[in-house]
């Protein structure tokens, strides 16, 4: 299994952005899809996006799309989620993950590994 860790999180003010960032190691990064998950307090977790190998699909969830920006760097073992315009309903705790499907799931049952997550937190 991949060990994924995840930085970049923090405390901001809405519509400002925050760059998310998820360090792979362990097996062969650029072979699999890979999603950024979210779970804010009392509910569940639930996919914001999720990228193929090679970059070329993507998903968004509806709630983030034109706001989000999901990419990936292969050479680095490292993929991003570009948040612009947040708003207090982005506070949450984000966590990215590993499937070994090469195109994106939405379930997070589909993903095989997940990072610690990193806390979002967008006051009004």
């Known amino acids: 299994q991949a060990q994924l860790v995840e930085s970049g999180g923090g405390l901001v003010q809405a519509g400002g952005s925050l760059r998310l960032s998820c360090a792979a190691s362990?097996?062969?990064?650029?072979?699999?899809?890979m999603g950024w998950f979210r779970q804010a307090p009392g509910k569940e977790r639930d996919v914001v996006a999720a990228?193929?190998?090679?970059?070329?699909?993507?998903y968004y969830a509806d709630s983030v799309k034109g706001r989000f920006t999901i990419s990936r760097d292969n050479a680095k073992n490292t993929v991003y989620l570009q948040m612009n315009n947040l708003k207090p309903e982005d506070t949450a705790v984000y966590y990215c993950?590993?499937?070994?499907?090469?195109?994106?799931?939405?379930?997070?049952?589909?993903?095989?590994?997940w990072g610690q997550g990193t806390q979002v937190t967008v006051s009004s």
């Open positions: 362990g097996r062969s990064f650029s072979s699999y899809a």
């Open positions: 990228i193929s190998w090679d970059s070329d699909t993507t």
């Open positions: 993950a590993a499937t070994y499907r090469a195109y994106p799931r939405l379930q997070q049952g589909e993903y095989s590994s």
